[in-house]
């Protein structure tokens, strides 16, 4: 029997790369996507934030009226102007279910222990992501206080604060949509949370107790949570 020639072999082996290539590029293409997907989920929820403010002059999820507005609400905040999570009464969950109560967000989210993604907190376009609130009320980020929507996993703590992202996925979205720093601007990126006190030891070069921080791009692994600013304290 004829073997295959060297030119034959040589087309069949540029064939080959030709269709890897492909894959590949067409697999950073969709990852190029969802990055740009998430910006734009977050844009779109501090733009019902912002609307929520104006309707009601109260944030969603301190709302104290909203039982009053909405019957089929778990449940109302104590209307003192912050998004709290504790004291029996978890605002931080709620603010998804009065914002989607309001019409100002897609879906239907009402509190329960749980915190699942999909029904009590926003899944997000990013694998295995969901978005939460924070109230710096103990400790600031980086030195900043205030309430910032965040970007998690339900890994680890379970309530949206684990580590989600590598280091180079949250610069990506920095630049995008703030200056590309993670201790800087209204974008900040941290070290997700493995446990209640244990922070991951990629994404940054330090822990939100540091004063600043730089993002550790050479780390592939998923370490980052991604907090939004949208309120001071």
């Given at each position: 029997?004829?073997?295959?020639?060297?030119?034959?072999?040589?087309?069949?082996?540029?064939?080959?790369?030709?269709?890897?290539?492909?894959?590949?590029?067409?697999?950073?293409?969709?990852?190029?996507?969802?990055?740009?997907?998430?910006?734009?989920?977050?844009?779109?929820?501090?733009?019902?934030?912002?609307?929520?403010?104006?309707?009601?002059?109260?944030?969603?999820?301190?709302?104290?009226?909203?039982?009053?507005?909405?019957?089929?609400?778990?449940?109302?905040?104590?209307?003192?102007?912050?998004?709290?999570?504790?004291?029996?009464?978890p605002e931080y969950a709620r603010f998804w279910e009065h914002l989607a109560l309001a019409g100002l967000i897609k879906g239907n989210y009402a509190y329960n222990a749980s915190l699942d993604f999909g029904t009590v907190l926003p899944m997000s376009a990013y694998e295995g992501g969901g978005y939460t609130v924070d109230l710096t009320s103990g400790a600031p980020v980086y030195t900043k206080w205030g309430t910032a929507i965040v970007l998690g996993s339900n890994s680890g703590l379970g309530d949206g604060f684990g580590p989600l992202m590598p280091a180079e996925d949250a610069e990506n979205i920095d630049r995008k949509m703030d200056d590309g720093l993670p201790s800087g601007g209204l974008v900040y990126a941290e070290r997700g949370w493995i446990n209640g006190s244990?922070?991951?030891?990629?994404?940054?070069?330090?822990?939100?107790?540091?004063?600043?921080?730089?993002f550790l791009l050479s780390n592939t692994q998923a370490s980052c949570i991604m907090h939004f600013w949208f309120k001071g304290r």
């Open positions: 029997r004829q073997g295959f020639t060297l030119l034959e072999l040589s087309i069949v082996l540029v064939i080959i790369g030709l269709i890897i290539g492909g894959v590949t590029v067409g697999s950073e293409m969709i990852h190029s996507s969802t990055l740009q997907r998430i910006t734009t989920e977050v844009q779109e929820f501090q733009a019902a934030v912002n609307t929520f403010r104006v309707k009601y002059d109260r944030w969603p999820g301190d709302f104290a009226l909203a039982t009053q507005y909405w019957p089929s609400a778990t449940g109302s905040g104590n209307g003192n102007g912050r998004i709290e999570e504790g004291g029996g009464n244990t922070q991951d030891t990629g994404c940054v070069d330090g822990p939100e107790s540091a004063t600043s921080v730089n």
